[in-house]
């Protein structure tokens, strides 16, 4: 969505570089040019920001996961994943095995690419058919706000998928430091689906992890900028993963993520070195609701830039969606989503950028 041509200043040889900057929604670039512009469009509603309060008190409550221990099969360590996946939908992982380096290596890299010129950057701008690439990789419909950050995604597996034209090549060592870091959260994520298949009583191990057919790992580097208005515009609008599990990366110092809990915000204080995970809606429809795929959104911040990394999981397009027949039980005694395939799934979701929890909603089976 372009904005209007008197909502931001165009100087002669920033023209070129402002064409571009419309179809990419360049957040980053409107803050260069004026910080202290905000447009409309990316003012949320009043009643958007203040129907759910705050909850901070709530978040050294979020579960904290010693990836070690679980890996090891520890009991206890097992109990406090299903419950985390029950009660939150939310965790933090320690001690998960992704080096301090590789961490740091990722932030260093993304922050020097998001710090070229417009045009250079612009040299990977999206393309909608792909899905991939630099800027919006979807359209917003007009009744929509729009969230105040660029992005950068990749398609990192299966390798198949990868377009090396999005790669950024700029800082020169960008694509091994996205191979040694999608590398290292795979491993996250496998380790945490088989202790999932575990506790959601498949037979062995590896079940969740054969049931996704081709386990696919898509790269959101997510950049917010300053906003002169922290209280009125957010950097990411409150939403549910599409995905099987989400890992996220945030600043080791910086809050943003807020997530839905008993109605009201709970921060997600980042641990350093920790890393993020949530439930995705694939979960709550295997676990017939008993996992919690929940809504989350990132704020804004008035003095400090935040560089976020979402790696969504997710199965082939192919791979059948339906409540395991195990999770049909006494607490939920019918199947609460109805049979459709991942791409489906998804088919009815993207073509527009919905609210909150309205694509899980869709797949639910109409109460009788
Ligand atoms: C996402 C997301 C949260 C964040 O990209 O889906 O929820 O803190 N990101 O960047
Ligand atoms: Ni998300």
Not at 92 to 117: R, S
Not at 152 to 171: C, D, E, F, G, H
Not at 336 to 349: A, D, N, P
Request: with cysteine.
């Amino acid at each position: 969505m372009a904005p209007k041509a008197d909502e931001t200043a165009v100087k002669g040889q920033d023209v070129a570089a402002y064409a571009a900057s419309m179809t990419a929604q360049n957040v980053q670039e409107m803050v260069r040019r004026d910080p202290s512009f905000v447009p409309e469009r990316y003012i949320q509603k009043k009643e958007d920001m203040t129907k759910a309060t705050d909850a901070p008190h709530l978040s050294p409550e979020i579960p904290v996961i010693d990836l070690s221990l679980l890996s090891k099969g520890h009991e206890d360590e097992l109990k406090k994943l299903d419950l985390a996946c029950e009660d939150w939908g939310f965790l933090q992982v320690v001690n998960h095995g992704v080096a301090k380096e590789v961490l740091q290596g990722m932030k260093d890299a993304a922050a020097g690419f998001f710090e070229l010129p417009l045009e250079e950057k612009n040299k990977y701008a999206v393309d909608l058919n792909d899905g991939q690439g630099y800027g919006l990789p979807y359209e917003v419909p007009q009744e929509l706000k729009l969230d105040w950050s660029d992005a950068l995604v990749l398609s990192i597996y299966p390798s198949q998928n990868q377009k090396l034209k999005y790669w950024p090549t700029a800082p020169k060592e960008f694509k091994e430091i996205v191979e040694a870091y999608s590398t290292g959260v795979k491993k996250v994520a496998e380790e945490l689906l088989g202790s999932l298949s575990l506790v959601m009583g498949m037979m062995d191990k590896d079940a969740l992890i054969r049931l996704h057919k081709e386990m696919a790992l898509v790269l959101r580097v997510n950049y917010a900028p300053t906003c002169c208005k922290p209280d009125e515009v957010l950097s990411i609008s409150p939403h549910s993963d599409m995905s099987t599990i989400t890992i996220l990366m945030q600043d080791d110092d910086l809050h943003g993520l807020q997530i839905r809990h008993d109605g009201k915000w709970v921060p997600v204080i980042p641990i350093p070195n920790a890393l993020v995970v949530n439930v995705g809606d694939v979960i709550e429809i295997w676990s017939n609701g008993k996992y919690k795929s929940i809504e989350h959104r990132a704020i804004t911040n008035k003095d400090r830039t935040r560089i976020s990394f979402a790696s969504f999981f997710f199965p082939h397009e192919d791979v059948e969606l339906e409540p395991f027949n195990q999770m049909v039980d006494s607490q939920q005694p019918r199947k609460i989503y109805k049979k459709l395939t991942y791409g489906e799934y998804v088919g009815r979701s993207i073509t527009s950028k919905l609210d909150g929890k309205a694509h899980i909603e869709m797949a639910k089976n109409k109460s009788k």
